[in-house]
């Protein structure tokens, strides 16, 4: 897997707009960027991945540079639900069959 | 969809004793399944990949004797923590992998919390 660089932790009010920021550098041509996020004392949960294009969902929007060696995570209007690690993983589709690694991750802290 | 169920969400055993904990997949067949083990402000790392009848591949460092991964069918995978010690105390996460929309996905159980006393 691509190595991928996250900010250790972020703060953001309540409503405002959360914007992640992954660097992924090394990332291949075939090498997607996948977003999860992990709640407190729960399991991980998929946000939403891309390859070249952005894309959102209902969740929140991934924006891909150009020269695709960084990311954005865009939660629109952050609530204080939305206070995760959240975690940013490169990966082929050929690696379908193994697990998922996770690095550090960036802890989002939402106040009110 | 997509859905695995982890059960106990808890635990608590004396120091020397078994814990079991499962892994459901409700609306799929998993044929892979993963174990992660997650200590207090530490990411999850992995334990092992099972993969259904046949045994288990476990990551560097990780003991296969006292982390015993039993995946019998296509919607459960078990492991079981054998004579269990204070450091091993640390949440347990299951993961499978599931062809979906995008060709395939993860999902993640809820998580159990082991502590041995």
């Known amino acids: 897997d691509a190595k991928t660089t996250q900010p250790p932790s972020m703060d953001c009010a309540e409503g405002r707009a959360a914007n992640l920021p992954c660097n992924h550098s090394?990332?291949?041509?075939?090498?997607?960027v996948y977003w999860y996020r992990q709640i407190h004392s729960q399991g991980p949960q998929y946000i939403i991945h891309?390859?070249?294009n952005n894309e959102t969902n209902e969740m929140a929007s991934l924006i891909i540079t150009e020269d695709r060696k960084s990311s954005t995570l865009i939660l629109p209007h952050a609530t204080l639900r939305d206070t995760a690690v959240y975690y940013c993983?490169?990966?082929?589709?050929?690696?379908?069959?193994?697990?998922?690694?996770f690095g550090k991750g960036t802890t989002l802290s939402v106040s009110s | 969809g997509a859905v695995v169920s982890q059960h106990p969400s808890w635990v608590i055993c004396k120091s020397g004793t078994s814990v079991k904990i499962e892994c459901r997949s409700l609306?799929?067949?998993?044929?892979?399944m993963f174990w992660y083990r997650q200590f207090p402000k530490q990411s999850l790392m992995l334990m092992a990949t099972?993969?259904?009848?046949?045994?288990?591949?476990?990551e560097q460092g990780v003991e296969k004797d006292k982390f015993l991964i039993n995946h019998a069918s296509l919607t459960l995978s078990t492991l079981t923590v054998t004579s269990a010690h204070p450091e091993d105390s640390s949440f347990y996460i299951c993961?499978?992998?599931?062809?979906?929309?995008?060709?395939?996905?993860?999902?993640f159980g809820s998580g159990t919390r082991l502590t041995v006393v």
């Open positions: 993961s499978a992998r599931y062809i979906g929309d995008v060709a395939y996905g993860y999902t």
């Open positions: 090394t990332i291949s041509g075939n090498e997607y």
């Open positions: 891309g390859l070249k």
């Open positions: 993983i490169v990966r082929s589709a050929g690696q379908a069959g193994t697990a998922l690694i």
């Open positions: 609306d799929f067949q998993a044929t892979t």
């Open positions: 099972s993969n259904e009848g046949s045994k288990a591949t476990y």
